[in-house]
């Protein structure tokens, strides 16, 4: 199983040295990936009394793409991963250009993360129909694997249409690995279907291993083989003691992620050092596990 960090987007701040540092610290301390966060626009909660999203405008996102365009050149070895990108309420063409820029330019470290996203908000100030964004994005995965893999593209779908065009320079890995976010059923749907693996927000507990049979049986009628498909999952360090981060640790490796990350944001840590202190901490636990 795979150790990662996740980008403390909210908490980490705008001064490029402590970004930098936070991902070489993370790379050095033997990490497998950094997943990143995304929102475009915050609400402005001032007129909207009923609000429920979690993030507002006072909540800090560094843009994934650009964000991964800089690590790429101040890191080595550590895999970028979105965790997730809001796929439907992006340009897909645009979408491929930009990930395909970021794996040129870390030399095939991206992995692609993508969700439905919850914040309607964003959609509308984006220009895209946030009620049909599950039917649309099993279109644009099909266009993106077409981008990343040929030189040449004429696709003709229902939402997308690219005729005889395409991107360069192509991406390193050709195609770029999608995981998808989510747990919706129709989400397991498309993860069985269409997905390198999933990104998968459920508690390594009974409940969780259901979804993940249930999971795997859709993959099994898709006439895929359940080994294909990797599972990501989170665990936090707020709230929890070391014995909790050897237990999260254990838990997740017995269900069969392939992929575990750890949370630093809403610990209470005041400085990037902190959170950096925070990972070391958590690595040095998870070493002993083994």
Same mark, same amino acid.
């Given at each position: 199983?795979?150790?990662g960090?996740?980008?403390?987007?909210?908490?980490?701040?705008?001064?490029?040295?402590?970004?930098r540092?936070?991902?070489?610290?993370?790379e050095?301390?033997?990490?497998?990936?950094?997943?990143?966060?995304?929102?475009?626009?915050?609400?402005?909660?001032?007129?909207?009394p009923?609000?429920k999203?979690?993030?507002?405008?006072?909540?800090?996102?560094?843009?994934?793409?650009v964000?991964?365009?800089?690590?790429?050149?101040?890191?080595?070895?550590?895999?970028?991963?979105?965790?997730?990108v809001?796929?439907?309420?992006?340009q897909t063409a645009?979408?491929?250009?930009?990930?395909?820029?970021?794996?040129?330019?870390?030399?095939?470290?991206?992995?692609m993360?993508?969700?439905?996203?919850?914040?309607?908000?964003?959609?509308e100030?984006?220009?895209?129909?946030?009620?049909?964004?599950?039917?649309r994005?099993?279109?644009?995965?099909?266009?993106?694997?077409?981008?990343?893999?040929?030189?040449?593209?004429?696709?003709?779908?229902?939402?997308?249409?690219?005729? $005889? +065009? &395409?991107?360069?320079?192509?991406?390193?890995?050709?195609?770029?690995?999608?995981?998808?976010?989510?747990? =919706? !059923? *129709?989400?397991?749907?498309?993860?069985?279907?269409?997905?390198d693996?999933w990104?998968?927000?459920?508690?390594?507990d009974?409940?969780?291993?259901?979804?993940?049979?249930?999971?795997?049986?859709?993959?099994?009628?898709?006439?895929?083989?359940?080994s294909?498909i990797?599972?990501?999952?989170?665990?936090?360090?707020?709230?929890?003691?070391?014995?909790?981060?050897?237990?999260?640790?254990?838990?997740?490796?017995?269900?069969g992620?392939?992929?575990?990350?750890?949370?630093?944001? $809403? +610990? &209470?840590?005041?400085?990037?050092?902190?959170?950096i202190?925070?990972i070391?901490?958590f690595?040095?636990? =998870? !070493? *002993?596990l083994?």
């Amino acid at each position: 199983m795979k150790l990662g960090v996740i980008f403390p987007q909210t908490e980490i701040g705008s001064d490029p040295g402590a970004v930098r540092e936070f991902a070489q610290a993370a790379e050095e301390l033997g990490y497998n990936q950094i997943l990143a966060y995304e929102h475009v626009l915050g609400a402005d909660i001032t007129n909207r009394p009923d609000w429920k999203g979690m993030y507002t405008i006072d909540s800090a996102f560094h843009e994934p793409f650009v964000l991964f365009g800089y690590l790429a050149g101040v890191t080595k070895d550590i895999t970028l991963a979105t965790g997730i990108v809001i796929l439907p309420q992006r340009q897909t063409a645009l979408v491929a250009k930009q990930a395909a820029e970021v794996d040129v330019l870390s030399n095939g470290r991206l992995r692609m993360g993508i969700g439905l996203g919850w914040n309607q908000l964003e959609y509308e100030a984006m220009g895209k129909d946030f009620h049909n964004r599950g039917q649309r994005v099993t279109e644009q995965v099909e266009l993106l694997r077409l981008l990343w893999t040929q030189e040449s593209v004429t696709f003709e779908g229902e939402w997308e249409s690219v005729i $005889g +065009a &395409g991107i360069n320079p192509m991406p390193v890995q050709r195609p770029i690995p999608i995981w998808m976010g989510g747990n =919706a !059923d *129709a989400v397991l749907r498309r993860i069985a279907t269409q997905s390198d693996g999933w990104i998968a927000p459920i508690k390594p507990d009974a409940d969780g291993r259901k979804r993940v049979e249930e999971m795997y049986a859709l993959a099994g009628e898709a006439g895929r083989d359940s080994s294909a498909i990797g599972i990501e999952g989170r665990t936090d360090i707020k709230n929890a003691t070391e014995d909790d981060w050897a237990t999260a640790v254990a838990a997740w490796h017995d269900l069969g992620a392939t992929h575990l990350d750890v949370s630093t944001m $809403g +610990a &209470g840590l005041e400085t990037p050092q902190q959170h950096i202190d925070a990972i070391r901490h958590f690595k040095t636990v =998870a !070493d *002993a596990l083994k």
